[in-house]
């Protein structure tokens, strides 16, 4: 007799029921995952596919004539005088010579505006500058194009388009089609993205500034977040009375790692900048308010980490002869390590993509130079990104999305980081 004639007809509907509910259970786990990831590749795509071509940027070489005449008249050769000398003549000339055919006023004006100005006057100024020697020589140069002639070699400017309704006129096309046979216009690597600071020209415009103050602010962050959330996590863990108290203080703890991010920045800004009376802009208070977000993480982590150490190890320390804080530091603690490196790891990876404390301390001044130290104004990566994001212009797209690349990049290296210290660390226990 099988066995099937011992199972009545109601369970078998019931199991067939159930397997049912498990299949559309695991069918929709399937499908959620699958969204997921769609939607993942979907704005990695988007992203890379915005940003990857400011990467790269079209360039001129020419031949400058650093002419006395403009630029020194007496010979004195003075350094503040050299500073304010007319570059933007030396510039004109240059493109003027490229196409002598050219004499009408508003055609020269044309010409000229193939090459990025500011940037080309500001590369000749800073040159004569450091070696005034150079006046009355030819030297050749590379200087960015504008950004319209970039976009237009880059396909954003479609040519096809009426020319009325494209900032590049049917001359201009043509003129820069002709210095890109004749090999004056090339496309190279742009490493004008990751040298220069912000610039209100979207050629010259890059994250130098935005990046170190990362870093400062970072720095700042970890050293005061790091021991103080350490610290907090081994007393509340391994010290502290089990009371009402304590338990009040870890419930506030858990809290805060809850909080959105830009409370903080409104506790900074009544602390440290209005009552404190700090300035705004600096690394050293973005670091501090960085910290104070990431304090409840990185004590959490530690917990968490000292927790999932064996309580036999504190117990054999005790067994023979070792204090408490001897077996908590000797012994629990190297244990916790990893745990605790890769919480207060992954803590600074997510504050440094935080924006809304870093905008509430009036992070967001337009930084043309890059900070020296934590007390000099400064933006971040995460604010740069919101700046550029607000300007109009199809080339600030770009560079938005190749500063968002570089951000992801980092994060990514960072939580890589985090996981391989991990596992590393793991395998010496």
């Known amino acids: 007799m099988s066995e099937n004639n011992f199972v009545s007809p109601q369970a078998v509907k019931r199991l067939k029921k159930r397997r ?31 940003g990857h071509s400011a990467f790269s940027q079209h360039f001129m070489t020419l031949d400058f004539e650093l002419s006395e005449t403009t630029l020194d008249p007496t010979g004195a050769r003075d350094a503040e005088k050299l500073r304010g000398a007319n570059y933007r003549r030396i510039v004109q000339q240059t493109l003027y010579a490229q196409f002598p055919e050219v004499t009408e006023r508003k055609a020269k004006q044309e010409v000229f505006a193939l090459v990025s100005a500011s940037g080309a006057t500001n590369q000749l100024r800073q040159m004569v500058y450091q070696d005034p020697s150079l006046i009355g020589q030819t ?37 820069a089609d002709t210095l890109k046979e004749r090999g004056v216009i090339r496309k190279k690597f742009n490493k004008i993205l990751f040298t220069n600071p912000d610039s209100r020209d979207p050629e010259l415009a890059g994250i130098a500034s935005a990046i170190l103050g990362s870093v400062m602010i970072l720095v700042v962050a970890f050293v005061l977040a790091f021991p103080i959330g350490v610290g907090s996590a081994i007393y509340l863990d391994e010290f502290a009375p089990k009371n009402k108290f304590t338990d009040f203080i870890e419930l506030n703890i858990n809290n805060l790692a809850a909080v959105p991010s830009i409370v903080f920045g409104l506790l900074g800004l009544a602390v ?27 004590t959490i982590a530690t917990r968490s980490a000292l927790q999932s150490v ?19 530091f000797k012994q629990k603690l190297p244990l916790a390590g990893p745990g605790i490196l890769t ?29 020296t130290s934590i007390a000099e104004p400064a933006t971040a990566l995460p604010v740069q990104i919101f700046l550029w994001s607000d300007s109009a212009e199809r080339a600030w797209a770009e560079r938005t999305s190749a500063a968002i690349i570089v951000l992801l990049v980092v994060l990514i290296t960072m939580n890589g980081f985090a996981i391989w210290l991990r596992n590393r660390l793991e395998k010496r226990r």
């Open 20 to 50: 049912g509910v498990e299949f559309r259970f695991r069918l929709w786990g399937q499908a959620a995952v699958g969204f997921a990831l769609a939607a993942l590749v979907w704005l990695l795509v988007s992203i890379v596919g915005t």
């Open 310 to 328: 064996s309580p036999s190890i504190v117990d054999g320390a005790l067994s023979l002869g070792a204090s408490h804080t001897q077996a908590v």
């Open 343 to 371: 919480g207060s790891i992954i803590g600074m990876a997510q504050a440094l993509g935080e924006t809304a404390p870093l905008l509430m301390i009036g992070m967001v001044a337009f930084v043309t130079e890059v900070p």
């Open 139 to 175: 030297v050749r140069v590379t200087v960015p194009t504008s950004d319209q002639v970039d976009q237009l070699f880059k396909g954003y400017i479609k040519r096809e388009t009426a020319e009325d309704r494209r900032k590049v006129s049917d001359r201009q096309i043509a003129w």
């Open 272 to 298: 440290f900048l209005n009552f404190m009376g700090m300035p705004r802009s600096i690394p050293l208070v973005g670091g501090m308010v960085l910290a104070l977000r990431v304090f409840p993480t990185i």
